[in-house]
């Protein structure tokens, strides 16, 4: 879309509201984008002091082509596990009014997506979760119009239960639900950058939606002094203001490329974050816009331009500093038509081929090679139906299909891309398969709670084999394999070891539960007569009171086990870590490890570990999951 009729979109007419969406296409961009957050919200506080209002989705400037509306989550964990949506009446809008201003954008050209998580989010998803967070995915879709979703966990969510499995299986779903009606939901996420590295916490939601994901906006603000190593130049770190430019080229370039640690990200899918104003996060605003323009123009002339800019948020934009001073879009302003102006001329004379992506299709789904491709020519326009394809996909079996698309103009100008399809079958899931100990001369059944799941399958239970024996009469220990197939021929295989307790040892008892313990996902407790096994990291929550859906779940019956509270200490509990008493530690990012209750000094204050921060996890005032500031000693 070229900015005059971007411009323009504000004065178009509005169609008459509906109670739902009435909108039969999903809008994709189809050049480079501004991502704009919107909160879901009124009057948030900022870093610096200042103020977001809370805005209308019509408010938000035009050159903002992607909108997306902060957040999904889970409100409340009595309701269930499984994130929602639901409009805050503070905003001023109804249902009516939000669905109609989403068609209204759609109108316009703009996509708007749905963010899932946001800093404060408690989605913690389990394994089986897949098709319920799916569907509630496409109810809120076809409610309210979005177009996509973007995955914006923070902090602890990364990681927590099932959800770098679950999150990517169920969007995947969604996106094959979709393609199946002609259309591309969007899949986006805004990474924490230092969970980028290779092996990084964010790399498994990348690797389990590549071909399926459009484009990636990481968070490069917040993280304090983290950045990146680049020999010959030294570390630059994010909050370096004197060397932004570098970090900007030099982050974009690795994540590009793959290179310096870090995972690849194809440039034409990666969109740079920053914050929009100073109270918009703590680290990474871009005092000078031209830092920002020469790292971009460096990449584009290497060939690799990025797809464009991502920012916290719109609502920031239009919001207040600590004085009451407008920050007046000036991070629109600044950015807007700069990104929206790089977008590379169609060559001269020759046909366009669009929609020809790598992708993934389920097994023994159905595939039309021709959904969402078109070809398009200045002189003949509309090519589509000229386009040749060769090559075949067999969606009954497992593998990797290649596919060119051949198409011609009436001068003769033929252009040719080539397109890797990848039929896949997720593996099957056994359930169940933990590690175990028994007394003496106890009954033991190895199938006992032990299930098998497929997504294509459904229930593999009576499926699995197991190999091995276990011996109950026998004190000792024993090990069992389990292994189960799928439809495609593919086979997971668990081992589990089973210890037979002679009858005199008190080993089966569980410790008794402490309010003042951190527990995480495994750990096992007694509390009033029964055994319970935590689901993700709690403290304080009293066994037998969170409900079904809550992060304690029976295990069986404790009996009349004592003992010490057990669970993992997160340094709020008396731990000393490993450095000797008044010893204060020098943090340097990417290389310092640290255990709970460590203290640290970075940039002139001093930290205390909790919650084992890696290596990347740099002490910072807005790093509270894995830092306590103290005062230096």
Request: charged share 20%.
């Amino acid at each position: 879309m070229n900015l005059n009729k971007l411009s323009a979109i504000i004065g178009l007419g509005l169609a008459s509201f509906s109670t739902f969406s009435s909108a039969n296409e999903m809008v994709n961009p189809e050049n480079n984008v501004v991502v704009g957050y919107w909160h879901n919200w009124c009057d948030g506080g900022g870093y610096q002091g200042g103020n977001a209002p809370c805005v209308s989705l019509e408010e938000v400037n035009p050159m903002y082509n992607v909108v997306n509306v902060s957040f999904m989550k889970v409100y409340n964990t009595a309701d269930g596990r499984i994130p929602t949506f639901h409009l805050d009446p503070a905003t001023g809008l109804t249902e009516q009014t939000f669905i109609q201003q989403i068609e209204d954008l759609n109108k316009q050209g703009r996509s708007v997506l749905l963010a899932l998580g946001g800093a404060d989010a408690h989605v913690e998803l389990r394994t089986g979760d897949e098709h319920a967070f799916a569907n509630e995915i496409i109810r809120l879709t076809d409610h309210y119009g979005f177009d996509g979703l973007d995955i914006d966990l923070e902090q602890s969510a990364v990681t927590a239960a099932d959800n770098q499995t679950v999150i990517p299986a169920a969007l995947r779903i969604v996106k094959d639900h979709y393609r199946a009606q002609g259309k591309n939901f969007l899949i986006t996420m805004a990474p924490e950058f230092p969970y980028l590295t290779q092996g990084g916490k964010y790399v498994p939601y990348i690797d389990n939606l590549e071909g399926y994901y459009d484009w990636i906006n990481p968070q490069f603000y917040n993280q304090g002094g983290d950045g990146i190593w680049v020999d010959g130049v030294g570390w630059i770190a994010q909050n370096n203001d004197a060397l932004k430019q570098e970090f900007i080229y030099y982050i974009s370039d690795s994540l590009s490329n793959g290179t310096r640690g870090f995972h690849k990200i194809p440039h034409n899918k990666l969109v740079f974050g920053i914050p929009s104003s100073i109270d918009a996060a703590a680290t990474g605003y871009v005092k000078e816009p031209q830092d920002l323009y020469r790292a971009f123009e460096q990449l584009a002339s290497q060939g690799q331009p990025l797809r464009g800019v991502m920012t916290w948020s719109v609502n920031w934009d239009m919001g207040t500093n600590a004085a009451g001073q407008a920050y007046n879009e000036q991070f629109i302003k600044d950015y807007g038509s700069f990104v929206h102006g790089q977008t590379p001329p169609v060559a001269s004379g020759e046909p366009v081929l669009s929609g020809v992506n790598d992708t993934r299709v389920l097994h023994n789904s159905h595939f039309n090679p021709m959904a969402g491709v078109s070809a398009t020519d200045q002189e003949d326009g509309d090519l589509t139906n000229h386009i040749h394809v060769e090559g075949h996909v067999d969606t009954r079996a497992v593998g990797s299909y290649a596919l060119t698309y051949h198409v011609a103009d009436s001068d003769g100008n033929n252009i040719s891309e080539v397109r890797s399809v990848e039929v896949y079958s997720a593996k099957p899931v056994l359930q169940g398969v933990n590690n175990s100990k028994i007394t003496l001369d106890s009954p033991f059944d190895v199938m006992a709670g032990v299930s098998a799941y497929d997504e294509e399958d459904g229930n593999l239970t009576d499926s699995i084999e197991v190999t091995g024996y276990v011996d109950s009469g026998v004190a000792g220990e024993y090990q069992l394999t389990y292994r189960v197939t799928d439809s495609a021929h593919q086979t997971t295989t668990a081992k589990r070891d089973i210890t037979v307790l002679a009858g005199d040892t008190d080993e089966t008892c569980e410790s008794n539960w402490n309010a003042a313990t951190t527990y995480v996902e495994g750990d096992r407790v007694s509390h009033d007569g029964q055994t319970w096994r935590a689901g993700w990291w709690t403290r304080g929550e009293e066994p037998g009171t969170t409900g079904e859906y809550g992060v304690w779940r029976t295990a069986s019956d404790a009996g009349d086990c004592g003992g010490s509270s057990g669970g993992v200490d997160n340094g709020d509990s008396g731990d000393n870590g490993s450095s000797e008493p008044g010893e204060v530690i020098e943090w340097i990012p990417g290389q310092t490890q640290v255990n709970n209750g460590d203290t640290v000094i970075y940039g002139g204050e001093c930290f205390v570990a909790k919650n084992n921060p890696g290596v990347w996890e740099t002490p910072s005032t807005s790093a509270t999951w894995f830092w306590d500031q103290v005062p230096c000693p």
